[in-house]
């Protein structure tokens, strides 16, 4: 309980204090930079969803975390049948009901029982989960998002996600913890869940987390020195990787970063 009332008091200022993408990315890094970050994101999203061929027009969507909407607008664009989100902050979930009002919007914390009302009506096509897994820090408390997750989807509905899948050891701090890939997968196989593929969604552009090479990661961190004394440096960085993120993310199978997991409920 305390690890929930502690999370919805830091995402709610942080959202207040940062309303844009840089509230839900990287702090940090300005808004430049993640305003390429995002751009990444969102063709490796479109990628992999227009890769399973769904039938938009007769899907329903739930989204995870859905902080400031910027998937519910890409869900949007490609014309779902209907879409609801659910977040731990009561400033995300205003924000985004006066700014979609044909959307339900539930503030919630899926790692908590969730209401009969939402358990229900649910019979969810796609859960996507972007960004959100990380910060729940309490292991139970993570076991408990992915089976409330598993009971929203209907059979055969896929989980769509994004985790670091450590290799090696654990990253943690007080509001994020990136786990080991075996774990998750063993969590994700108890839930009902089989994973259908894994893509890198960075290869260059944020911290690499998996990579073996401990000068990727020093030279990782001058690079974040740079981006944060300048927006200027941030945007001319990005802007030269940003192409180089597209080849790289479509051509190689090596996860040094982030990766975009789709799962399907069996």
Not at 35 to 62: C, E, G, M, P
Not at 194 to 223: D, E, K
Request: charged share 20%; hydrophobic share 40%; proline share 5%.
């Amino acid at each position: 309980m305390q690890e929930h009332l502690n999370s919805r008091e830091y995402w709610d200022k942080r959202l207040q204090t940062y309303p844009g993408l840089k509230g839900v990315g990287h702090t940090k890094l300005g808004q430049c930079y993640n305003r390429w970050l995002y751009r990444l994101r969102k063709t490796v999203f479109l990628r992999s969803i227009q890769a399973l061929k769904l039938d938009y027009h007769n899907l329903r969507v739930l989204d995870i975390g859905c902080g400031t909407g910027f998937y519910i607008d890409l869900w949007q664009r490609l014309g779902v049948k209907s879409m609801s989100g659910i977040d731990i902050a009561p400033t995300s979930v205003k924000m985004l009901a006066a700014k979609y009002p044909e959307f339900a919007f539930h503030n919630l914390d899926i790692g908590t029982p969730l209401p009969d009302s939402v358990i229900k009506s649910a019979s969810i096509d796609v859960v996507t989960a972007f960004d959100v897994l990380g910060h729940i820090v309490d292991d139970q408390h993570y076991q408990s998002a992915l089976k409330n997750i598993s009971r929203l989807l209907k059979p055969d509905g896929y989980f769509i996600f994004s985790d670091a899948l450590m290799q090696r050891n654990i990253f943690r701090t007080y509001q994020e913890v990136w786990r080991p890939e075996g774990w998750v997968k063993d969590i994700l196989s108890q839930m009902g869940f089989r994973v259908l593929r894994q893509s890198p969604i960075f290869i260059l552009m944020a911290i690499p987390f998996n990579s073996p090479h401990r000068w990727r990661i020093a030279l990782w961190y001058r690079f974040e020195n740079i981006i944060q004394r300048n927006e200027l440096a941030g945007y001319i960085i990005g802007l030269i990787l940003y192409p180089l993120e597209v080849l790289f993310t479509r051509m190689l199978t090596k996860k040094p970063s982030t990766q975009l997991v789709i799962c399907q409920k069996v």
